[in-house]
């Protein structure tokens, strides 16, 4: 059983904890324009104040650097404020001596609060507009106030250092720059077409799940840039292995393009269902994927005989044919040998999942995570977006939003979101529950405005759930003796 199996059995009961609206908040809120985020995870730590004070002691700068500028603003002039206070405490403690603080001919020295604060500021930002009163600059006869301007002082260092830092920290934070990676408001679950071998053909290929992203800034490409997917099941986050880019050499992106990043829907995957496969060896708690197998770096079956070992179910039936072969031109026994099994019910190929049972299975959110460097400031950044089953766009791909021009290139923000159904992704297999989507036509996409797209295998046909009619998208490598005349496709 894979952890996406197990994780998803211990908690059954924590999915049905939000009474609210049927489903579980989302970890990735879409709270800037263009459906993106603003870079900020939707969590909260319980009871901190007595658990974690000391590990924020800890790291109190960067404590600080979470809170506004305008408190930072806010704490100057309130400092200001306390050792005007103090000045004036101080002086009015002298009783009837003089330490120049207020006029000695004023009847209400409290009423003098205006010089306090006036020479508190002075003190702090070290102007010298002049002293109150009658007093010299060293205030012999109030030496106190000495006490409390030496502390002031040095306290005014301390301050405009961390200020300076604080400000500098704030304007050239490079998390900032994260608001310009974009990410496709939905998310396209097509199938592609791959036969046994895993080369393209006309054999219906594994689903995959598919987004789109891409950098503003496009001119002044992200360095190392790399992007990473989880499954939010539950209480439970588990990576989802990511087959373009290839991240078994680091899913490197090239940001300045607008990519599609992939993840095959295989059996090693958290969003297919659990399936029945006796011969496959266990994954030992490792994050597998099927590609790996098919490339030959991977072995997952095992013959249960002789206790070869290959990538795939083909390979594996390809030698239990060879072996009996060989086993009956030698007249072994049947009992204990490759004879005794039936390629055809025990070694079946496995059947793709259907769209609503993909649907039904899927997890709570989808977290896509960028990173990258600015190259101006040299400084790692993340850029998150999340997807739930609401901004799921069944078959198809994304539109082509790239054009040249004489000068150079250019990328149409206006076309980053659509997605349009293509006859090379038609192979999508739909189960009789999804017939109430399918009575309406087939358009673009055009980001959240608009529902999902469906298909019905048997029928040949697309539909979009939002519209009028339907459209005929026949493709001859779906059934090759087939001679059905296809009408084209009309794209809004």
Same mark, same amino acid.
């Given at each position: 059983?894979?952890?996406?199996?197990?994780?998803?059995?211990?908690?059954?009961?924590?999915?049905?904890?939000?009474?609210?609206?049927?489903?579980?908040?989302?970890?990735?809120?879409?709270?800037? #324009?263009?459906?993106?985020?603003?870079?900020?995870?939707?969590?909260?730590?319980?009871?901190?104040?007595?658990?974690?004070?000391?590990?924020?002691?800890?790291? *109190?700068?960067?404590?600080?650097?979470?809170?506004?500028?305008?408190?930072?603003?806010?704490?100057?002039?309130?400092?200001?404020?306390?050792?005007?206070?103090?000045?004036?405490?101080?002086?009015?403690?002298?009783?009837?001596?003089?330490?120049?603080?207020?006029?000695? $001919?004023?009847?209400?020295?409290?009423?003098?609060?205006?010089?306090?604060?006036?020479?508190?500021?002075?003190?702090?930002?070290?102007?010298?507009?002049?002293?109150?009163?009658?007093?010299?600059?060293?205030?012999?006869?109030?030496?106190?106030?000495?006490?409390?301007? +030496?502390?002031?002082?040095?306290?005014?260092?301390?301050?405009?250092?961390?200020?300076?830092?604080?400000?500098?920290?704030?304007?050239?934070?490079?998390?900032?720059?994260?608001?310009?990676?974009?990410?496709?408001?939905?998310?396209?679950?097509? %199938?592609?077409?791959?036969?046994? $071998?895993?080369?393209?053909?006309?054999?219906?290929?594994? *689903?995959?799940?598919?987004?789109?992203?891409?950098?503003?800034?496009?001119?002044?490409?992200?360095?190392?840039?790399?992007?990473?997917?989880?499954?939010?099941?539950?209480?439970?986050?588990?990576?989802?292995?990511?087959?373009?880019?290839?991240?078994?050499?680091?899913?490197?992106?090239?940001?300045?393009?607008?990519?599609?990043?992939?993840?095959?829907?295989?059996?090693?995957?958290?969003?297919?269902?659990?399936? $029945?496969?006796?011969? %496959?060896?266990?994954?030992?708690?490792?994050?597998?994927?099927?590609?790996?197998?098919?490339?030959?770096?991977?072995?997952?079956?095992?013959?249960?005989?002789?206790?070869?070992?290959?990538? $795939?179910?083909?390979?594996?039936?390809?030698?239990?044919?060879?072996?009996?072969? #060989?086993?009956?031109?030698?007249?072994?026994?049947?009992?204990?040998?490759?004879?005794?099994?039936?390629?055809?019910?025990?070694?079946?190929?496995?059947?793709?999942?259907?769209?609503?049972?993909?649907?039904? *299975?899927?997890?709570?959110?989808?977290?896509?995570?960028?990173?990258?460097?600015?190259?101006?400031?040299?400084?790692?950044?993340?850029?998150? #977006?999340? +997807?739930?089953?609401?901004?799921?766009?069944?078959?198809?791909?994304?539109?082509?939003?790239?054009?040249?021009?004489?000068?150079?290139?250019?990328?149409?923000?206006?076309?980053?979101?659509?997605?349009?159904?293509?006859?090379?992704?038609? +192979?999508?297999?739909?189960?009789?529950?999804?017939?109430?989507?399918?009575?309406?036509?087939?358009?673009? %996409?055009?980001?959240?405005?608009?529902?999902?797209?469906?298909?019905?295998?048997?029928?040949?046909?697309? +539909?979009?759930?939002?519209?009028?009619?339907?459209?005929?998208?026949?493709?001859?490598?779906?059934?090759?003796?087939?001679?059905?005349?296809?009408?084209?496709?009309?794209?809004?």
């Amino acid at each position: 059983m894979s952890n996406r199996r197990a994780i998803d059995m211990i908690n059954v009961k924590y999915r049905s904890v939000d009474e609210v609206d049927g489903s579980l908040p989302r970890l990735v809120k879409r709270n800037l #324009q263009f459906h993106q985020s603003r870079q900020k995870l939707n969590i909260e730590m319980k009871d901190l104040s007595k658990h974690g004070n000391q590990l924020r002691k800890e790291d *109190w700068f960067h404590v600080f650097l979470r809170f506004g500028t305008c408190y930072s603003l806010f704490a100057l002039i309130f400092t200001i404020l306390v050792f005007a206070g103090l000045y004036m405490v101080v002086d009015l403690g002298y009783g009837g001596t003089d330490c120049g603080m207020v006029s000695p $001919d004023s009847p209400y020295p409290v009423m003098g609060f205006g010089a306090y604060f006036a020479f508190s500021l002075e003190t702090t930002t070290t102007v010298g507009y002049g002293l109150p009163g009658s007093t010299n600059a060293f205030f012999e006869s109030c030496p106190m106030i000495q006490v409390v301007i +030496y502390c002031q002082m040095v306290f005014s260092m301390l301050y405009n250092a961390f200020l300076f830092a604080f400000f500098f920290a704030r304007l050239a934070k490079t998390e900032s720059r994260a608001s310009q990676v974009i990410f496709s408001d939905t998310a396209v679950m097509t %199938r592609y077409t791959r036969n046994a $071998d895993g080369r393209i053909g006309t054999t219906k290929g594994p *689903w995959r799940f598919c987004i789109r992203v891409a950098d503003v800034d496009a001119a002044y490409p992200v360095v190392e840039a790399h992007v990473r997917m989880y499954a939010k099941i539950g209480t439970q986050l588990i990576e989802m292995r990511i087959v373009s880019p290839n991240d078994e050499i680091g899913a490197n992106l090239f940001l300045s393009w607008p990519l599609t990043v992939k993840h095959e829907i295989d059996v090693h995957s958290p969003l297919r269902p659990p399936v $029945d496969d006796p011969f %496959r060896l266990p994954s030992a708690g490792l994050n597998l994927r099927n590609a790996d197998s098919i490339v030959g770096c991977t072995e997952q079956y095992a013959c249960p005989v002789c206790g070869e070992s290959y990538g $795939d179910i083909h390979r594996l039936r390809k030698h239990f044919t060879y072996a009996q072969i #060989q086993e009956r031109q030698d007249e072994y026994p049947i009992e204990g040998t490759h004879q005794a099994y039936n390629l055809e019910e025990e070694f079946s190929l496995l059947e793709e999942p259907t769209a609503q049972e993909l649907r039904d *299975w899927f997890p709570d959110e989808i977290i896509v995570l960028v990173e990258g460097i600015d190259s101006l400031q040299s400084g790692t950044f993340q850029a998150i #977006q999340s +997807y739930t089953v609401e901004n799921l766009s069944w078959g198809g791909g994304f539109e082509d939003c790239v054009f040249f021009r004489t000068d150079g290139t250019t990328v149409d923000l206006n076309k980053f979101h659509n997605v349009i159904p293509s006859n090379d992704t038609l +192979y999508l297999n739909h189960d009789k529950s999804f017939e109430n989507h399918l009575n309406q036509p087939c358009r673009v %996409r055009r980001g959240r405005s608009n529902p999902e797209v469906s298909f019905d295998e048997e029928e040949g046909e697309m +539909y979009h759930s939002n519209g009028k009619g339907k459209c005929m998208l026949r493709n001859e490598k779906m059934d090759e003796t087939a001679k059905i005349e296809s009408e084209p496709l009309k794209v809004e």
